[in-house]
């Protein structure tokens, strides 16, 4: 564009008035005063001309009328050749023909003759006729002021230039120019070529700028104002430029495909909008197409421009303006035409800088080195219209708006108006309504910015089914900032990247890292953080959730390595606060089961007041969340999935994830409280610390677990699934296998209360955290409990208790999968259940009938009564009984089969009791009322078996070695007894060696009646006898045996 300038310049140079008024008419008709006259018709009478007309030779072939001594008038920087005048009165004066040299200036060690040969010649054959205020009298040299020239017919421009070829020749052609001191013009068509470069117009008019002297006899003329041709036909230029100055389409295509690029800011969206934006800004290599207005510097580009309205040159606003349906293309041999088309195209000057002297220079001031008149360069190009459209294919770019500027010196580009301005440059597009963008040197980005509403897409050329889309409401704003670039989404800002999801937010920022790849000749913006603020939103395929504030910092992958499980994570950089370190996991107690692949989540959705987030990418898009930190408010939910399974649900003040996605993920979460709710388990604490790797789960100090329960104790489907609650006040932890409770552990459901200083609750498969959710609920397969144990159950039966049991040991083993009970002693049973015909008589005034709540081993479920339960304590009408069993050994059993066995100085006591809670005492029969009794052994056995003629198990008593049973008003003493609730029946065996005894009387203090045998059936409250194989018999006020 600059050689368009100078080039349009030059014609001017020579068409002014300093060519025809300077040159022409002031040696001619004012000489100095001591130049001697010329004789009309004469030749210089100055000195030789010859060593002049030799010089002259090379701008001449042999037998032009030039060579042929001319008059000749001159000065260091003209030569005017004329043949002959004539002065034809009344003022007018005609030269025919003439023909004026204009000198280059001098180059340092260059002779005349080469400084002779880059002389620029207008030629006028049919010569030129000069008008002045009055007539002339040369002879005694009154010559008035020069109000008017006319160059008659053909006029022809010419001039070698510098190189050797054509590639620089100036020709310019016209017609019948004519001047006055206002203006030169001519109505007919002017056609030039400058090297490759032509072209053609119409109605050339020159405005001439009037001086500020006055009363001189010369033309008060000090310099151009305008030049201007009324209509260009054509105009074919043909541009390269080797400091590979980027301009019009080139800089467009840049800054579309930069900002698109930049917008890039979340976890993935970030890394493959860079990718997109090194490509798209990268400075062109040899070949490649450079844009509309420039060359790639190997080869020339041709532009063609075309307009219906006038061509004008203003030298006083300094610029060049083209008007109506102007029209600027590209000519592509290999392709399509790239083409600018607008109202009205301004081509703003400003005057040259000056080199810089050297020192000899400097030191020699001279005239040479001041600018020079025309010297130019080109301040910005502005195209307007409605409105301006860019189509350049060869760069895939197209751009329109209703102004469009590019600014030279700065490298910037504007397009912008009252509507919306549109860029698209490949996959990329532009939207706003002001777009700038500025480069740098070496391709690299300095600014850009699009005011207004807007809004970006972008599209990777190797992953086109990916792509990047930015939505604002007040500006995005891609500026310079220590080091980095910045860019800023303002007023409602929301970015999209498929296969990802959107963020949006009031306003994001995010800043990268330039880095110029001298090897690739590319530009690439690499992500380094991120702030999104106000209103977060974010919606992917699988997660969804806000938050106030976001903040990313981006680290290549390549470079940051996963932390060790003893390792405190490195803080992110930058100026936000740095998460927390998180506790180490000690994977010595894990029992990880096979790490299988991890079952896929439900849509995850979160809330929070702040989510920093640490994010590893690739330059080939690929990117990872490497630490995640929520705080304040924290909720993150799993959509629900299958009925049968607990979706994921944590809550709490803060929770940090370090290595999400790696199998060493370690997460803490804290609160008051925090709580978790994975694979149907929930757990409550201060603080919930889970390290994947290692499998394992801890909680330090005080906390709950709830825990899935689909069956009762007996294994059976409950109406409803129930949790039981696990509290424990100093530690949690659990290896995916078992759980471990620590200090005053409380397990309670709706039916069953536990109290223990040491639980562990063992899962059936294990669980695998990496999973995270999974097809099924946990299963409890067994209890553990150690240091004391208190557990209680109750039963119903349509809603209605049936039983209340409750059992005292030192620990305990139960599986709920198979129903068996291993305890240690010493210890205690008691069970409260509900009387059924003869039994369910009612038996007031028990004073032992006390309630256990009351009791120094009163044991409360954190959950409250259970439903139904009821303790109508001295009702008689409850038809309650009462076992109580003290032993000092182990116990063991299955509670499915509803079997116990104690071992160990056992006691036991079996009587009717008013309350569920009620105790028995074991060691005081007399207490007991009429229908009960207390045994003593060295073990004994409880089962509950099913009756067909009631509707729930009926109690069955086994004991055995030094069996000892007393009654209100009996004692027996066998190896074995045996109790039956549904019969009241009591059987006494021998052992074989030893009889069973039985001692009976009436009413304490009573005759006692004996009865030694090898078996005694006795029914308690019928007081009914039978004896098999008896050996003595004393009976006294008794019925005899088999009597009722």
Known sequence: MRRLVRAAVSFVIVLLAYGVYGWVAVPLIEPAAERPELPVGGASGTRDSRPELEMLSVLFPAGSWELDNPK???????????????????????????????????????????????????????????????????????????????????????????????????????????MNEQQVWTPHPVEFRWGPNHGRGQQMR????????????????????????????????????????????????????????????????????????????????????????????????????????PFRCDFVQQNITLEDQVVVWRVNPAGPTDQLRADSLLIALCQREPRAASPAEAAQPDEKAKPQMFDFDIEYIEARGRPVVLSAPSDKLEARGERMRYELPVERIILDGTGESWIQQGGNEVCGRSLQYQSAPGG?????????????????????????????????????SDGNQVLSLLGGAELTYGGFGTLAAKEIHGWFVERVSPARRRTTLDPDRMLARGSVQLQANQLSGSVEQLEVWFEPAAVVQAPQSAATPAPPRGDATSPDGWESADDSKGQAAAAPGPAPLQHIQFTADLLRARVLWSPQGQSEPNELLFEGKVRISEAAGAPEVRPLLVLGDRLHVIE??????????????????????????????????????????????????????????????????????????????????????????QTMNLRTESLDVQFDPPIRFAEFTGRTNPTVEQLLCRCGVLMENRSYNNGVQ?????????????????????????????????????????????????????????????????????????AAETALWGLQVRFQGTTSGNVRQRSLQFNQQVAAAFAPVHSWTATLPVDQPELLGPDGFVMHCDQLRIDQ????????????????????????????????????????????????????????????GGERSHVAARKIRYWNKAKKLEIDGARSLELSGLPAPGEP
């Open 72 to 178: 000749m008038l001159e000065n260091d920087q003209f030569k005017l050749l004329i043949r002959d005048y004539r002065n034809m009165g009344d003022g007018r004066v005609e030269l025919r023909p003439c023909t004026m040299v204009l000198l280059p200036e001098a180059e340092p060690d260059e002779d005349a003759r080469d400084r002779m040969s880059r002389a620029v010649v207008l030629q006028a054959p049919h010569g030129a006729l000069l008008s002045f205020d009055r007539p002339l009298n040369i002879s005694r040299g009154d010559i008035g002021r020069l109000i008017a020239a006319q160059l008659i017919g053909p006029i022809t421009i010419r001039g070698r230039g510098r190189l050797p070829g054509p590639e620089d020749d100036l020709e310019l052609t016209t017609r019948d120019v004519q």
């Open 206 to 309: 020159i405005t001439l700028r009037r001086g500020e002297r006055t009363g001189a006899r010369g033309p008060n003329i000090a310099g151009i104002e305008l030049f201007e041709l009324a209509h260009i036909e054509h105009l074919h230029l043909e541009l390269g430029d080797s400091r590979g100055r980027g301009a019009g389409a080139n800089g467009a295509a840049t800054a579309a495909a930069a900002a698109g690029a930049a917008s890039a800011p979340a976890p993935q969206a970030a890394a493959a909008a860079t990718a997109t934006a090194s490509s798209a800004s990268a400075p062109r290599g040899p070949g490649k197409s450079g844009g509309l207005l420039r060359g790639d510097g190997n080869r020339r580009v041709p532009i063609e421009v075309a307009c219906r309205g």
């Open 444 to 480: 690299r980005i300095a600014m850009a910015r699009v005011d207004g509403p807007g809004w970006i897409r972008a599209r990777s050329d190797d992953r086109p089914q990916e792509f990047f889309e930015a939505r604002w409401g007040e500006q995005l704003h891609l500026r310079p």
């Open 660 to 749: 999400a996605l790696r199998p060493e993920a370690a997460v803490v979460v804290s609160g008051r409280p925090a709580r978790v709710e994975v694979r149907g388990l929930g757990l409550t604490g201060s603080n919930i610390n889970l390290n994947r790797g290692t499998n394992r789960l801890w909680v330090e100090g005080s906390g709950w677990m709830d825990v899935p329960v689909d069956r009762d104790m007996d294994g059976r489907p409950l109406p409803e699934p129930q949790h039981v609650r696990i509290d424990w006040k100093r530690q949690m932890t659990f290896d995916g296998r078992t759980a471990r409770f620590e200090e005053n552990v409380i397990a309670a459901s």
């Open 802 to 874: 049936t039983s209340f049991d409750r059992l005292h040991v030192v620990d305990l083993a139960l599986n709920l999968k198979t129903g068996a009970l291993s305890a240690g002693g010493p210890g205690w049973l008691s069970s409260v259940r509900r009387a059924e015909g003869e039994s369910a008589r009612a038996v007031p005034g028990l004073p032992f009938a006390r309630n256990a709540a009351t009791g120094a081993n009163a044991a409360r479920s954190p959950l409250g009564p259970a439903a139904g339960a009821r303790d109508p304590a001295g």
């Open 945 to 1004: 078996v099913a009756s067909l003629l009631r509707d729930r198990p009926s109690l069955e008593l086994t004991a055995s070695g030094n069996t000892v049973v007393e009654g209100n008003n009996f004692t027996a003493r066998a190896a074995r007894m045996t109790y039956a609730e549904a019969k009241d029946l009591l059987v006494f065996e021998g052992d074989g060696r030893n009889d069973a005894n039985l001692y009976q009387q009436k009413q304490a």
